[in-house]
């Protein structure tokens, strides 16, 4: 190489697309430089024969035979900086995009509308250890429960390199046994680089009432099939008469059996295009380099929160009542730039449905985090590198047994108590009033099929924003069912669905509006509501008011029935249900 080195001026720029951008590049011409010389990309070379592209966080060096080198950095650190900036920014897109095309094809391939149409899944990229990498914009209590389902089903499975495991089993790490997770771990060369895994609503699994969230649930068993983690392939033979022999057999066996393997032919599908993918990100990049970046956007995720920590008081708590007075309470101090978050004082285990599992309130922690940190990144398990939870035996966290009528039951843990818990922690941290706090979920069926949505409602406001109305919000990021599907699917009619004007708190900054969602029935059909917020209103912040509660009926001849906030019922033909759903609370005083 020349002793000596120098930079060369350009003369000229052209415009170029690069990784997807279009950015100015200086140009210089081969012939014209002088040994020595000097080029930190993005820079253009031409010459007689050839083009040459010097990217981002590369230099080019001329030597004295006219050789170009080219190196991996520049001499200035704050340039290596930005170079590692922009590589991670887009592994960061490359990861996202993996995890994307595995949603599209789901439900692509899927047959239910609660996967087709509702988007009731989620896909999710992970490290060789299990940790959440990145995810698509799918459902917030799915994903942050990933990471705990694939790191507690590791502990007690094997698997292998052409293997996938299925489970729905809330104490390693499910939610509710509607939603059932796929996990496939994915090898380079025999090494594990890491998992992909997605976790689909099937609106039918067994269970004691039709849709599988009985009301009246006191117990797991009576809330459907129970998958314990176990092989849907093995050494890459599927095992679908084992996965059979699991829908049918449980004591309240599912009511759709063929609609739950075709979706799960979907979910499967949906494994292999992401194995496939990070395979060939391999292939392109080597394996050591994609690795070395899922851990380099943990260790980012983890500064970002890290220092957001710094800005946060030393204590914060809050407590919130559910609608049959159960109590959640949280207090958060930050001891040394660590949180730490304690869930004692919450209401022992539940009697009925209401109770959550540790990889809910994962979600729930996980997602609150990721408002706080409130800039563009994953959802990704590093933002909890500094975060240390204390969840004794509680509604929170309850303890399971092998015999499934000894168990708890957990359908509405997921739904209802992961919507309380987010708000509760939004009012520790005082970061927006509450939302409307529930799912709103309906469902109705009979020994032929379930169905089931959930129902949108008022947002909170915050400091310096209004809340939206009428949409899905925090835990539950769903579609609601068009009407046409539903009509022509099932024996309903959709006679109302309309903004609730007036539901959301007044403030300097007002609530969202709830909504008002009517259906006629055609035929007869069992009825589940599992809702919240039915007698506690969504509470309002800084002189902001409440929201206000929801409340359904029946219509039966002409008169009208209230219903309770969790209810079951039959409905006849000719029959009514209006579901009214919360506003959200408003935030800061009006000044008149």
């Known amino acids: ?104 094809l789901l439900q692509r391939t899927s047959f239910s509308v609660n996967v087709k149409e509702r988007l009731d899944f989620s896909c999710a990229l992970l490290d060789k250890d299990g940790n959440l990498v ?38 390693y790490g499910g939610s509710h046994l509607p939603d059932i997770t796929l996990i496939k771990p994915v090898f380079v060369r025999k090494i594990l680089i890491g998992f992909v895994a ?3 609503h099937h609106a039918e699994v067994g269970g004691s ?50 609609e739950n393997l075709a979706d799960l032919n979907g979910a499967l599908m949906s494994l292999e295009q992401g194995a496939e993918s990070l395979v060939n990100l391999c292939r392109m990049f080597g394996s050591g380099e994609v690795t070395k970046y899922m851990t380099l956007l943990r260790q980012h995720a983890s500064a970002v929160i890290s220092k957001k920590f710094r800005q946060l008081k030393k204590y914060y708590s809050a407590e919130e009542y559910l609608d049959d007075g159960s109590k959640l309470k949280v207090s958060i101090s930050k001891k040394r730039n660590r949180l730490h978050i304690d869930f004692t004082g919450c209401a022992p285990v539940h009697k009925g449905n209401l109770n959550a599992t540790p990889a809910i309130v994962n979600s729930v922690i996980l997602y609150v985090l990721r408002l706080l940190v409130n800039e563009s990144i994953p959802l990704n398990e590093g933002l909890l590198h500094n975060v240390r939870t204390h969840l004794p035996t509680c509604i929170l966290n309850p303890v399971f047994h092998s015999d499934h009528k000894l168990s708890p039951a ?47 409602g008022g947002v909170g406001a915050g400091q310096g924003f209004n809340g939206f109305s009428a949409v899905h919000q925090h835990m539950t990021n769903t579609r609601i069912t068009d009407p046409e599907i539903v009509e022509h699917r099932y024996g309903v009619r959709l006679e109302k669905f309309e903004i609730r004007k007036g539901s959301g708190g007044s403030g300097k900054w007002s ?14 059909f069992q ?45 006849v033909a000719g029959d009514r249900i209006i579901i009214k759903t919360p506003g959200g609370g408003g935030w800061g005083k009006i000044r008149i």
């Not at 997807?20 to 930190?40: D, H, M, Q, T, Y």
């Not at 609530?511 to 007869?524: A, L, N, P």
């Not at 912040?541 to 039966?556: A, D, H, S, V, Y």
Request: proline fraction near 5%.
């Open 209 to 258: 009432r039709p849709g599988s969230m009985p009301s009246d649930a006191t117990c797991l068993e009576e809330e459907g099939v129970v998958i314990a983690p176990t092989y849907l392939v093995r050494n890459r033979i599927s095992q679908w008469d084992a996965v059979r022999s699991a829908f049918t057999s449980a004591t309240f066996p599912t009511r759709a059996l063929e």
């Open 134 to 171: 990145v995810n698509a914009p799918h459902i917030p209590v799915h994903l942050g429960s990933m990471g705990v389902c694939v790191r507690s089903v590791m502990k007690v499975m094997r698997a292998g390199e052409g293997d996938v495991i299925i489970t729905n089993h809330p104490a």
């Open 1 to 104: 190489e020349p002793e000596r080195r120098y930079t060369p001026k350009s003369d000229k720029t052209k415009r170029i697309r690069v990784s997807g951008s279009w950015i100015k590049c200086p140009v210089f011409k081969w012939e014209n430089l002088l040994p020595g010389a000097r080029l930190s990309g993005p820079s253009l070379i031409l010459s007689e024969s050839s083009t040459l592209l010097v990217e981002e966080g590369w230099t080019f060096v001329l030597d004295n035979s006219n050789n170009g080198i080219i190196r991996l950095g520049n001499s200035s650190r704050s340039e290596r900086t930005k170079a590692d900036e922009a590589q991670l920014e887009l592994f960061t897109n490359r990861f996202t995009a993996i995890a994307e095309e595995m949603g599209t």
């Open 511 to 524: 609530g969202g509006d709830g909504v008002e969602r009517q259906f006629y029935f055609k035929e007869s």
């Open 198 to 200: 997605n976790r689909a």
């Open 527 to 571: 009825v589940s509501i599992l809702s919240q917020h039915r007698i506690v209103a969504p509470f309002g912040m800084n002189g902001g008011l409440p929201g206000k509660t929801g409340e359904q009926f029946l219509i039966r001849d002409n008169k009208r029935k209230k219903l309770k906030g969790t209810d079951g019922l039959v409905v």
């Open 410 to 456: 957990v359908v509405g843990g997921n739904t209802e108590i992961s919507q309380r818990l987010t708000d509760t922690l939004l009012k520790a941290l005082r970061l927006s009033s509450c939302s409307q706090g529930t799912m709103n979920n309906f469902l109705f069926g009979n020994d032929r099929f379930g169905y089931y949505e959930t129902i949108c």
